[in-house]
């Protein structure tokens, strides 16, 4: 599920500059090392140019978009997603249902190069990454229209509102913000990577197997030992290797799976609650409802009453 960033119902004139038009109202935030950006579009339009400094990462907010990008089919752009744009890239966008009553808005992240660069480094220094040949990177274009996380969300969050303090210590919180959204935003690419397109990387990256492996038993019981014996590592390291890699712990990981998996079951008419607790690897009713609860917000039942 999609998970979108909240913004305050109304955005205070705090902006260095502001661009008066119809059609891209934004509103500025400079701070050491990245720019943040708030856009707000009142009218339809088409192909409209926008051009950032550095490499920007965009987040939709409201309503819906349709982004022209260099050497890449056109594709809807909508809340709950990130783009993360190439440095100086040339953007173009379609904004087909923003009106003054409904307008489209987006979060635009503007990221100096020396501040990825600082960033990388020092990752790949302290923290390698499983593969030693595949340093932290933020990923190219393949992997550059992304589903958000709820850990990228947070930050983000938390990024448009150290923005907007007006603490003495505002640059120092934000550096530090930004510095774990860089990180968020590589383990949100190394998530679709591996969890989304392991089948590729199953002879070249240790937890493509891994996720293989847990995708095709999500129903049995998954223990530790199998999954870090099929990376090739103690139980420690895979514990974490994989969570500095992906940002979740391999259990985590498998309660995920497991829940995407009772939501597709919830779906079929036939199919009852307990059923798919049993099917989706959930071998505790009570525990699978108070779980599926607390991820989705409704239970079990509910949520196939809404299906409806």
């Given at each position: 599920?999609?998970?979108?960033?909240?913004?305050?119902?109304?955005?205070?004139?705090?902006?260095?500059?502001?661009?008066?038009?119809?059609?891209?109202?934004?509103?500025?935030?400079?701070?050491?090392g990245?720019?943040?950006?708030?856009?707000?579009?009142?009218?339809?339009?088409?192909?409209?140019?926008?051009?950032?400094?550095?490499?920007?990462?965009?987040?939709?907010?409201?309503?819906?978009?349709?982004?022209?990008?260099?050497?890449?089919p056109?594709?809807?752009?909508?809340?709950?997603?990130?783009?993360?744009?190439?440095?100086?890239?040339?953007?173009?966008?379609?904004?087909?249902?923003?009106?003054?009553?409904?307008?489209?808005?987006?979060?635009?992240?503007?990221?100096?190069?020396?501040?990825?660069?600082?960033?990388?480094?020092?990752?790949?220094e302290?923290?390698?990454?499983?593969?030693?040949?595949?340093?932290?990177?933020?990923?190219?274009?393949?992997?550059?229209?992304?589903?958000?996380?709820?850990?990228?969300?947070?930050?983000?969050?938390?990024?448009?509102?150290?923005?907007?303090?007006?603490?003495?210590?505002?640059?120092?919180?934000?550096g530090?913000?930004?510095?774990?959204?860089?990180?968020?935003?590589?383990?949100?690419?190394?998530?679709?990577?591996?969890?989304?397109?392991?089948?590729?990387?199953?002879?070249?990256?240790?937890?493509?197997?891994?996720?293989?492996?847990?995708?095709?038993?999500?129903?049995?019981?998954?223990?530790?030992d199998?999954?870090?014996?099929?990376?090739?590592?103690?139980?420690?390291?895979?514990?974490?290797?994989?969570?500095?890699?992906?940002?979740?712990?391999?259990?985590?990981?498998?309660?995920?799976?497991?829940?995407?998996?009772?939501?597709?079951?919830?779906r079929?008419?036939?199919?009852?609650?307990?059923?798919v607790?049993?099917?989706?690897?959930?071998?505790?009713?009570?525990?699978?409802?108070?779980l599926?609860?607390r991820?989705?917000?409704?239970?079990?039942?509910?949520y196939?009453?809404?299906?409806?």
């Open positions: 599920m999609p998970t979108r960033v909240h913004l305050p119902a109304a955005i205070p004139p705090l902006a260095l500059n502001r661009l008066h038009s119809l059609v891209e109202n934004r509103t500025v935030f400079a701070l050491d990245f720019e943040l950006n708030i856009f707000e579009t009142h009218q339809a339009a088409l192909r409209v140019p926008l051009r950032l400094d550095g490499l920007a990462l965009t987040t939709m907010l409201r309503g819906k978009k349709v982004m022209h990008l260099p050497d890449r056109a594709f809807d752009y909508l809340p709950g997603e990130t783009v993360v744009v190439g440095e100086d890239e040339l953007m173009e966008i379609d904004f087909p249902e923003a009106c003054l009553c409904q307008p489209t808005q987006c979060l635009a992240v503007a990221i100096a190069s020396d501040t990825i660069r600082q960033t990388i480094d020092l990752l790949n302290r923290y390698p990454r499983a593969e030693a040949h595949t340093p932290w990177a933020v990923a190219g274009p393949e992997y550059a229209h992304l589903t958000n996380t709820p850990e990228l969300t947070g930050t983000l969050e938390r990024l448009v509102a150290v923005s907007r303090t007006t603490d003495a210590a505002k640059d120092v919180l934000a530090f913000t930004l510095q774990e959204l860089l990180v968020r935003l590589m383990q949100t690419q190394a998530r679709a990577l591996i969890f989304h397109d392991y089948a590729r990387h199953l002879t070249t990256h240790p937890f493509a197997a891994v996720v293989h492996y847990i995708k095709a038993h999500l129903a049995e019981n998954l223990s530790v199998k999954l870090s014996a099929l990376a090739c590592m103690s139980k420690a390291t895979f514990f974490r290797l994989f969570k500095r890699e992906f940002g979740l712990t391999p259990v985590e990981y498998i309660v995920r799976e497991r829940l995407a998996e009772a939501k597709r079951l919830l079929q008419p036939l199919a009852s609650v307990a059923e607790c049993l099917r989706a690897g959930f071998n505790n009713l009570s525990y699978f409802q108070a599926f609860k991820y989705e917000g409704i239970t079990p039942g509910a196939k009453k809404q299906l409806v």
